[in-house]
């Protein structure tokens, strides 16, 4: 069975520092990852995806991630924050659509807070 | 396009009441997910369905839960005879068909239905 976890449950940050946001993931074949974004009361915002390729991804308001198959990561930085970005995050895995349907797995959240 | 709408926002019911949500996916898209997500967690899988077939459904869908996707646009998620612990947000995704790899993978959610049973 897949499994995401996020050790982190809470992140504060000094607006304009860097960030990075942890995720491991537990899949037995080649992953699909996903980070998504949500804001109070909101639904979630697809931020970047990795299929494969390339291990470093661009996503949307410049954030990237790095999927790191040895470790089983794939951790989301932005090289500076802002006030806007306080929100919370979700790493999520999928299966190949070909196989199932794509159901995502979503890790527990990390929530930033953003300190100006 | 106008991307997922869900209707309604909220939903205040008293326990034992039956509940319905829509969900109206983006008009291209041929695959609709349901999530549940409850406070401080992460969004929990449902169901999903291809068109107007149902594939899949989640051990947490209990026989309380059914959801309908008749013509293979919208779809329904009802809940029966509500208890307290079916407060959540459930939320509604939708994705084209499986293509090549790196394609038809995206789910968009979206902005959620949140149910509160008092």
């Known amino acids: 069975a897949q499994s995401v976890t996020q050790p982190d449950i809470h992140i504060t940050v000094s607006e304009g520092a860097s960030l990075e946001l942890r995720c491991n993931y537990s899949y037995g074949a080649t992953p699909y990852l996903f980070w998504y974004v949500q804001s109070p009361g909101q639904g979630l915002q697809l931020l970047l995806k990795?299929?494969?390729?390339?291990?470093l991804v661009q996503g949307i308001k410049g954030f990237e991630a790095e999927f790191k198959r040895s470790q089983s990561s794939f951790n989301l930085r932005k090289p500076s924050v802002h006030w806007s970005d306080a929100a919370e995050y979700f790493c999520?895995?999928?299966?190949?659509?070909?196989?199932?349907?794509?159901?995502?797995?979503f890790g527990g959240g990390t929530r930033l807070m953003v300190k100006p | 396009d106008t991307g997922v709408s869900q209707n309604p926002r909220h939903k205040i019911t008293k326990r034992g009441q039956n509940v319905t949500f829509r969900c109206d996916p983006i008009?291209?898209?041929?695959?609709l997910y349901w999530y549940r997500q409850t406070l401080g967690q992460g969004p929990e899988f449902l169901t999903y369905?291809?068109?107007?077939?149902?594939?899949?459904k989640s051990r947490l869908l209990s026989d309380r839960f059914s959801a309908e996707r008749p013509k293979g646009s919208f779809s329904t998620l009802e809940i029966q005879r509500t208890e307290q612990g079916d407060s959540a947000m459930y939320l509604c995704?939708?994705?084209?068909?499986?293509?090549?790899?790196?394609?038809?993978?995206?789910?968009?959610f979206g902005p959620g239905t949140r149910l509160t049973v008092t």
């Open positions: 008009s291209e898209h041929n695959r």
């Open positions: 369905f291809q068109n107007e077939a149902q594939l899949e």
């Open positions: 990795y299929f494969s390729g390339d291990t």
């Open positions: 999520a895995v999928g299966a190949s659509p070909r196989n199932a349907g794509n159901m995502l797995t």
């Open positions: 995704a939708s994705s084209t068909s499986p293509g090549d790899r790196g394609s038809g993978n995206e789910q968009y």
